[in-house]
Nanobody
Framework: QVQLVESGGGLVQPGGSLRLSCAASGGTFSNYAMGWFRQAPGKEREFAGFISKFGITVYADSVKGRFTISRDNTENTMYLQMNSLKPEDTAVYYC???????????????WGQGTQVTVSS
């Protein structure tokens, strides 16, 4: 059974940075695509970005140029580096994994529990 655990969330001022981590266990990490999604209060969960098993990254327009996804297959961990954070980035951030993970939440098989990111002065 694949398990994902996010960490690194917190409170940050506008313009600041945070790095989220997603630690995976229970599967062959290098075979899976990994994605980041976020859900703000009162809104639907939305795609933020993903990284393929080959290391190819794709981002939502809302975070492109500010967020960077990377993965370390030796540590079974994915990262989300978030720079130039805005109040509208406030959300619970979820990592997900699946053999065919892409843009839609339904393309992922396993999810973490989420970590809160709050951008506020």
């Amino acid at each position: 059974q694949v398990q994902l655990v996010e960490s690194g969330g917190g409170l940050v001022q506008p313009g600041g940075s945070l790095r989220l981590s997603c630690a995976a266990s229970g599967g062959t990490f290098s075979n899976y695509a990994m994605g980041w999604f976020r859900q703000a209060p009162g809104k639907e969960r939305e795609f933020a970005g993903f990284i393929s098993k080959f290391g190819i990254t794709v981002y939502a327009d809302s975070v492109k140029g500010r967020f960077t996804i990377s993965r370390d297959n030796t540590e079974n961990t994915m990262y989300l580096q978030m720079n130039s954070l805005k109040p509208e980035d406030t959300a619970v951030y979820y990592c997900a994994t699946g053999l065919n993970g892409r843009y839609s939440a339904s393309s992922y098989d396993y999810w973490g529990q989420g970590t809160q990111v709050t951008v506020s002065s």
